[in-house]
């Protein structure tokens, strides 16, 4: 059931691990704590590649994981991804596709709490 579109404070409820035809990934599932949609969870999913290029542009993973633990994370660093699990953060929820007469809603952002 879609949600209203905006910021919303969250925890990181679980992670997952999984391979698609993109190659393996990290399926994230945030909870949101407060307000009238407390308890609703929404997911996202970043590829399981932790990288900066040089021109600075970075994977979605390595924002996730900056946003989570407040810190850069280093590319030779061995990610604890079970660590991440109940940190604090906030989601922007935005609308996606609609497929059916279905709006699937994406988590455009993570920022941290």
């Known amino acids: 059931e ?8 969250a925890v990181v409820k679980e992670i997952g691990e ?3 035809e993109f190659g393996d990934y990290i399926k994230f599932t945030f909870e949101i704590k407060e307000g009238e949609k407390k308890g609703v969870t929404r997911t ?24 989570l633990t407040k810190t850069e994370p280093s590319a030779n660093e061995t990610l ?3 660590g991440l699990v109940g ?13 059916d007469g ?12």
């Open 44 to 67: 996202a999913i970043a590829s399981k590649k932790l990288s900066r290029s040089k021109s600075g542009k970075t994977s979605k993973l390595y924002d996730f994981v900056k946003a």
């Open 18 to 20: 999984g391979s698609g």
């Open 80 to 82: 604890d991804i079970e």
């Open 87 to 99: 940190k604090a953060c906030q989601i922007i929820v935005k609308d996606g596709i609609e497929k």
């Open 2 to 9: 879609p949600i209203p579109e905006g910021v919303y404070k």
């Open 102 to 113: 279905v709006v699937f809603q994406n988590i455009s952002t993570i920022m941290p709490s």
